[in-house]
């Protein structure tokens, strides 16, 4: 049927149109977005009551393919390294082993039970082993709610990264069953040389595409996103011409963009995550208009039976093998697996046995569909009651109302840089005379809340703070690092910090994160760092005697020199991220202000309070039930254990 353009261009509009405006009622109803788009595409195809005749895996695999391209370009430029890092990685291992360990189980399933042939279990093992977190966060926030913890940006790492590995599966299993010739060996060294040069084109890309746009002064503002988008185009072409997997180049030069300090970055965020967003539509939109739901039908019972494997067996045991350990608590590994939502990325790869010409293409094309929809179904509406039911929900806190902007017009020489004061930052809580900033940069406002603060010498940041700089782009570059670095390290050396007052550059990545604080080093905060050594539990200590303090920082103990009832000290000692704290000051006034303090900086951290009488002990634990310790019930329950391992 030919179609005039403006014919085409009414039909697209609408379709678009109809895919916004269903999301939105998505979102109220607590569905995934990309359910509500691939419904929209069916709906409009030929079996629906839009009567379209898209029969075009072409065109589909190409439209995905650009579309994957951006999105995950997207996903990239929105992840924050500093943030990732302490869970990259698991993520890594997710990604890669997680991914191939999710295909295994599904093949082996669709093998013994399904009574597919080897090597076409495994292609369906392959195209369905990657996830799509994006749905799990678009459905969160759409209900105000976030995720304890590091399982954040664990699972945004993992959803970005593990697309490639799956696509490089899908590819290498697709040609062993087209090409005759193709040998597992070369499959390895196309596997290696795919990753590396991939690698390789997205950290080069990342760090050219900034000094670019840096360095190209445009007319107009307009054009500043037009340039990324064809840098990004660039970036995926020339990783595939190089025999490198354009995605995972994609992906990581929007992590290395991310980190770096370039011009109107907040504007080509922006654009990209609106693009991405179109890009989403257009993709599921199309994906939906190549399948004929009668064909559905046919399929459901395989396609149901992989999708219980899936959810059930195959992501479940990814999950516990590549989180084994005590960095993720039980309820935090069951919700990961849980969020194992397929996407758009197996239908995109199910369309390569299409395009290959494989006999039983259509078949399994009809079954990764049907898969993705009952995935998305099933584990998209229980999300919310799967996060509460395993404690890992929390709300998201609330983000400034307004954002600090300020439009450049002509060739000004100065640019703006806006910059978050996270807790885990050396700058958070210093005052800005003592950043020693250089003369060419000013702060020119600083957004709490959702109000704004005039910035003075002993304005002291505090946790995210959103700072406006203004100043020349290779000193606000400078400024960018340093700030952002846990190094702690000023930007220069004219006012004096006193180290033991932070813990040092040096200190290992594990008393950083889920690690436990100890208040006070004395007789009981002693033996209890002792013997959470001796258990191989990351702690750090926080002692206001510097007689203290320093022979612990000279036998290597992560130590802070300070008062902890000062939220200052508890951010240093990286509260925000502890899984506990430990007041073991024999004060109780001094123990409340700690408890005080500890809830701004970290509501949800689990207490242990040391009390010394009954009266005290009772009125604490009306007000934090669980966390007291009686030191005299204690002390007498110890010794009735010992005499009655005596006297036995």
Known sequence: MHLEPQTILLIAGLLVFASITASILSNRAGIPALLIFLTVGM???????????FDNPFAANFVGTIALAYILFSGGLDTNWRIIRPVAVYGIVLSTV????????????????LDFPPLVAALIGAIISSTDA???????????????GELKPLLEFESGSNDPMAILLTISLTR????????????????????????AVGIGSGKLMALLINRIRLEYEGLYPVLSMSLVLLTFGIAQLLK??????????????????????????????GLAWLMQIVMFVVLGLLVYPSRLIEVAPAGLLIAVALMFLARPAAVMLCLAGKRFH????????????????????????????????????????????????????????????????????????FTLEIEHRGHARGETLEIEILPNMGA??????????????????IGRGDDYVVPKGDTLLEPYDTLLLLGESDKLAEVHQVILSPKRRPISTSWPVDPLTALPYSTDERFLSRQ???????????????????????????????????????????????????????????????????????????????????????????????VDNETDAALLRVEEPGAVVLCEEEFAAGMTRHLLETIR
């Open 43 to 53: 709906l409009a195809g030929s079996e629906g009551p839009g009567g379209i005749d």
């Open 98 to 113: 997680g991914v191939v360990i999710t295909a295994a189980v599904v093949a082996l399933f669709a093998f013994a039970i």
């Open 134 to 148: 994006a749905a799990v966060f678009s459905l969160l926030r759409g209900r105000g709610t976030g995720l304890k």
């Open 176 to 199: 062993l069953l087209t090409e005759p010739d193709f040998t597992i060996s070369s499959l390895v060294l196309s596997f290696g040389l795919n990753v590396v040069v991939g690698a």
């Open 244 to 273: 490198g997997n354009g995605f995972l180049a994609v992906y990581l030069c929007g992590i290395f963009l991310n980190g770096s300090a370039f011009v109107h970055k907040r504007h080509v965020v922006r654009f990209h995550s």
């Open 330 to 401: 039980t309820g935090e590994k069951l919700f990961v697996a849980w969020t194992g939502l397929r996407g758009a990325v197996p239908i995109v790869l199910a369309t390569f046995p299409l395009l290959a010409g494989f006999d039983q293409s259509s078949l399994i094309f009809d079954i990764i569909f049907f898969t993705v929809l009952i995935s998305v179904a099933l584990q998209g509406t229980l999300l919310m009651p799967a996060a509460r039911l395993f404690r890992v929900d929390e709300p998201i806190a609330s983000r400034p109302l």
């Open 428 to 445: 958070c809580g210093k005052k800005i005379m003592d950043l020693g900033l250089p003369s060419e940069v000013l702060i020119l406002l």
């Open 516 to 610: 436990v604080v100890v208040a006070g080093h004395g007789r009981i905060g002693k033996r209890i760092r002792e013997h959470l050594a001796q258990l191989n539990i990351p702690c750090v200590v926080i002692d206001a005697n510097r007689d203290v303090i320093e022979p612990l920082r000279e036998a290597a103990v992560p130590a802070v020199l300070g008062d902890a009832t000062e939220v200052i000290v508890l951010v240093q000692a990286h509260l925000m991220k502890a899984v506990a704290l430990v007041i073991a000051l024999p004060d109780m006034v001094v123990a409340r202000k700690v408890i005080d303090a500890a809830r701004k900086v970290h509501p949800e951290i689990r207490l242990v309070i040391r």
